[in-house]
């Protein structure tokens, strides 16, 4: 099934395999995704594809300048009735099983906040009430790498939310062709039913009975302690590491990523394979590493050569 | 496949790679002993070969319990090191990519893999352990092989030569001893403190002080014995003189004979070295007023008495009692090489042979007789002017004073005439001149 599910979704992005492995594997792990990339590259496709292959609701928010938090969770509205006036909770459009949240970096603080509690909880307080998420939940996430002018970084406390920060690359030229051969401006792309709703949810907590070894568990330890300035010859460009929230990820999509792949446990590979998704943008660089043009992907490159997957060396008399 | 047998597969090469990486964390601890321990062995065979000792049985026995101690040792240090089944299918996982399956298998979490070719065996590391083997075996071949010179066994340590002075102290107590004519009690003060000086710790014995001492008793034993050889010079005169003519001595002379008799005695027995009471006794009897109470046997046992005595305290200073020799080789007079000459190279030994004397050569003539030559043209002009006698001015207290060393001993005055006994051919024109 879920191997179909990666079809349906590589026939809808051409060249993004990579990318649609990933978005399974977070979505597997019940992880939210940030996918950064330029426009046009098909985020907001995939996402919609992805809703309509597991036939769950998915809604788009275009995160603007002047959006509010009431404009993502949604408001009390003065509603009159038989018994009087009476504020009636309108859900906005974070409750969906799928939220795109396009350009959130083009929100004020004080909105992105608003979706923390939703991420991080499952669930939207407003006027005192709490009102529960729909589940699954994820947040799929893009902004532009371009767009620097009259954007808002997301704070680490964020971005630390999210399970995967995906890149986006261009196509090559014969994805290229391909997508102008077979795709049209403004066609809707048709996407068969793969997996419904609880057959996802089934999906989920078999990838979290995946066995996770002690050593690999061990080699997730490593590598996010390894992160931390004065833990590695790596973490020298490091201003600050990563959290045990990125451990937790990195076992939760380790586990997944076996499960996609169908093997009864998660593996070193598995671990170095959702690595960079998992650490690069939770890693801060100090100023030099940033005018080097270091970036966190290439940081976490460094430390998986760095970190060695089995923490027992050989003799030095073997070779 | 069953199950069993996959898994013993599996568990056999995880072991198999386990005893080669066990065996590789072992050497690798060993190795480096192995290294010292035969350095170490090298160095003792050189030490042994030095001393011309061969290495024997033990030596080499004492080696081989060393490496197996050091083989011990190695494995106790490796312990922590050392590959279990898990790290061995750990390694082997990762070395054929089965995605840790072997270690979720082993914990029944998962089946196991169906047998696939172990990986290629891991390879010994050839420097790291052939070098220090090579090192080792070249070490020990090179102390077995290297010429080494064989330092000889320490002889008997011998005492260190004593001071000069010490031996002739006890040279000249010998000496005078041999006389019996001398009161031993300062040759016996002189060799208890030769004997003292001697019971130092060789060490000490050139040490300042103790040279000085020893070079101060020597000084004074020498300035004693200068003393009553002088005394006995004097008493030997008269008994000499007592012993040729005992009684052809003029009346006129006794007197005088007998004054410096007893002056003579009374040096005698005022220096540090005295005589002994029956040697003094018997001098004292002598009475040259009244010789005729002695006889020829008395005097000439008396002489030969005090010339003993003279003759020990002149050999004591090298000087041979019998006639001048050479200053090399053996003393014709005695035979002995120790007498030493009185002056230069070829003088030879001994003193002059005419000496200045207290008193006149007793020749028994009261004629006087001018010679004179009238005929002064057969003079030898320019050869002799003429004569006169005069006594040398001896100060005989000096003899009895310590004098530093450099000083001339017996400064004497010369007499104020000064004789030529040569002209220049100026001065023989002009005498000529004069007596034409």
């Known amino acids: 099934m879920l191997q179909r599910l990666q079809e349906t979704l590589n026939n809808v992005l051409f060249g993004q395999e990579q990318l649609v492995e990933n978005v399974l594997i977070g979505v597997l792990a019940r992880g939210h995704i940030l996918l950064e990339g330029l426009p046009g590259l098909g985020k907001t496709e995939l996402v919609k594809a992805l809703a309509k292959a597991l036939q769950v609701e998915a809604k788009r928010i275009q995160f603007t300048p002047d959006l509010l938090p009431g404009d993502i969770t949604g408001n009390p509205m003065l509603e009159e009735g038989p018994e009087g006036r009476r504020f009636v909770f309108q859900p906005g459009p974070v409750f969906a099983n799928i939220l795109l949240a396009d350009e959130i970096n083009r929100a004020s603080p004080k909105t992105q906040s608003a979706l923390l509690e939703a991420m991080q909880e499952g669930r939207v307080t407003v006027m005192g009430e709490t009102h529960p998420l729909p589940k699954p939940f994820f947040v799929l996430a893009t902004q532009n790498p371009i767009e620097l002018e009259g954007t808002y970084p997301l704070p680490e406390a964020q971005l630390d939310r999210f399970l995967f920060k995906l890149e986006i690359h261009r196509n090559p030229v014969d994805v290229l062709e391909r997508i102008v051969t077979q795709r049209e401006m403004g066609a809707e792309i048709p996407v068969e039913p793969v997996l419904n709703r609880e057959e996802l949810d089934r999906s989920c907590q078999a990838a979290r009975q995946i066995f996770l070894p002690d050593v690999v568990a061990n080699y997730i330890a490593r590598l996010v302690d390894a992160t931390h300035p004065g833990q590695s010859k790596t973490a020298a460009h490091l201003k600050f590491g990563a959290s045990p929230r990125a451990a937790l990820g990195l076992a939760a999509a380790a586990r997944a990523r076996a499960f996609l792949h169908g093997r009864p446990n998660a593996s070193f590979e598995d671990v170095q394979s959702i690595a960079a998704p998992v650490l690069r943008h939770r890693i801060i660089l100090d100023y030099h590493a940033r005018l080097d043009g270091l970036t966190g992907s290439a940081v976490v490159d460094q430390l998986l050569q760095e970190i060695a997957p089995h923490n027992r060396d050989l003799p030095k008399t073997l070779a | ?436």
């Open chain 2, 1 to 436: 496949m069953p199950q069993s047998s996959t898994q013993e597969f599996w568990e056999n090469t995880a072991r198999r790679i386990c005893r080669r990486i066990n065996l590789g964390f072992w050497l690798h601890q060993f190795t480096p002993l192995l290294l010292g321990l035969a350095i170490l062995q090298g160095f003792l065979l050189i030490l042994l070969r030095k001393t011309g000792h061969a290495p024997a049985l033990s030596f080499w026995l004492g080696f081989v319990i060393a490496l197996l101690a050091a083989a011990v040792f190695a494995l106790r240090r490796s312990r922590n090191q050392r590959f279990s089944l898990a790290d061995g299918l750990v390694h082997l996982e990762s070395r054929l990519h089965l995605h840790n399956r072997l270690t979720a298998a082993r914990l029944g979490h998962a089946n196991w893999p169906d047998p696939i070719p172990p990986p290629q065996s891991l390879r010994w590391s050839r420097p790291r352990l052939a070098l220090p083997a090579i090192g080792a075996a070249s070490f020990l071949l090179l102390a077995a092989w290297i010429p080494v010179g064989q330092s000889s066994a320490p002889g008997p340590v011998h005492p260190p030569e004593e001071p000069l002075a010490w031996r002739e102290i006890e040279a000249w107590a010998d000496l005078l001893e041999e006389p019996d004519l001398l009161d031993e009690e300062t040759l016996v003060h002189w060799r208890e403190q030769v004997r003292q000086l001697r019971d130092q710790p060789p060490e000490e014995w050139y040490a300042h002080g103790s040279l000085e001492a020893g070079d101060h008793l020597r000084d004074s034993a020498l300035e004693s014995i200068r003393h009553l050889q002088a005394a006995l010079e004097r008493a030997e005169y008269p008994l000499t003189l007592a012993r040729e003519s005992l009684d052809d001595i003029p009346s006129g002379l006794r007197p005088l004979l007998q004054e410096h008799w007893l002056e003579t005695l009374s040096q005698l027995n005022d220096g540090t070295l005295k005589l002994s009471p029956e040697a003094l006794a018997q001098l004292g009897e002598i009475d040259f007023t009244q010789i005729e109470g002695l006889t020829q046997e008395q005097i000439d046992r008396l002489a030969e008495m005090v010339r003993q005595g003279r003759e020990a305290c002149a050999m004591t200073q090298g000087q041979c009692p019998g006639g001048p020799g050479e200053a090399e080789g053996d003393c014709p007079s005695c035979g002995s090489t120790a007498c030493a000459g009185s002056g230069g190279i070829g003088k030879g030994p001994g003193a002059a042979d005419l000496t200045f004397s207290e008193f006149p050569t007793l020749i028994d003539s009261d004629r006087r007789e001018a010679v004179s030559n009238p005929d002064l043209s057969r003079a030898a002009l320019g050869q002799q002017i003429g004569t006169t006698q005069s006594e040398p001015e001896v100060d005989s207290e000096h003899q009895n004073q310590i004098t530093p060393g450099g000083e001339i001993a017996l400064p004497g005055s010369g007499g104020d005439a000064v004789f030529r006994s040569h002209l220049t051919p100026a001065e023989r024109r002009r005498l000529q001149h004069y007596f034409e």
